[in-house]
């Protein structure tokens, strides 16, 4: 199985500050990575996939990069309302599914 | 606009089986290209995909999981559900249905939280 890791588990920021956040496969996946924003009592909500496609109606200061085994989820200028929990999510082993094991963004 | 939404029992026994239902509204569940995916979250916990089926009725289920899922789909009441058997206080967690698209979830439902206790 693919193991993802992704890091840092926890992070406080500024409000305008730049976010970033990683995920590492162990072992190439190509660009099949997405990221999730998840906000407490609340479903996850798609923001970015393959690797670096912003989903329609996400604020494009949310990006994503990377492909092979290393990625980045990047808010270029964080907000209020960007307090959540954040997810990447793997496909490459399919029919398997596994996702990260979630970095919890806060306000300094 | 599509939507989801889960249904069914708050509370499960130990050793009873967990049944959950989804309705899809806002599109049809037979519509090709889309999959349709249970995924649960343990409290405080991250997220696990425990699997998903084809509206054709095709499944993949998650390797840990597989022995005790079951998920089937009815395209007459566009529902699609999930039975997991045997379940302990380990199965505790708020599950989620999804829609899949290409190789990730594009709608999710609110979620539903489901307690094993006897």
């Known amino acids: 199985d693919i193991q993802m890791t992704q890091s840092p588990s926890s992070l406080s920021a500024s409000v305008g500050d730049r976010v970033t956040i990683t995920c590492q496969a162990s072992q190439d996946i190509s660009n099949y990575l997405n990221w999730y924003q998840q906000k407490p009592g609340k479903a996850p909500k798609l923001l970015i996939y393959?690797?670096?496609n912003l989903e329609t109606g996400v604020p494009s200061r949310f990006s994503g990069s990377g492909s092979g085994t290393d990625f980045t989820f990047t808010i270029s200028s964080l907000q209020p309302e960007d307090i959540a929990t954040y997810y990447c999510?793997?496909?490459?082993?399919?029919?398997?599914?596994?996702f990260g094991q979630g970095t919890k963004v806060e306000i300094k | 606009q599509v939507q989801l939404q889960e249904s069914g029992p708050g509370l499960v026994k130990p050793s009873q089986t967990l049944s959950l239902t989804c309705t899809v509204s806002?599109?049809?569940?037979?519509?090709?290209?889309?999959?349709w995916s249970w995924i649960r979250q343990h409290p405080g916990k991250g997220l696990e995909w425990i699997g998903y089926i084809y509206y054709s009725g095709s499944t993949y289920y998650n390797p840990s999981l597989k022995s005790r899922v079951t998920i089937s789909v009815d395209t007459s009441k566009n529902q699609f559900s999930l039975k997991l058997s045997s379940v302990t206080a380990a199965d505790t967690a708020v599950y989620y249905c999804a829609r899949g698209r290409g190789n990730c979830f594009d709608y999710w439902g609110q979620g539903t939280l489901v307690t094993v206790s006897s």
């Open positions: 999510q793997q496909y490459d082993n399919l029919p398997s599914v596994a």
């Open positions: 393959d690797a670096s």
């Open positions: 806002g599109g049809s569940i037979s519509s090709g290209g889309y999959y």
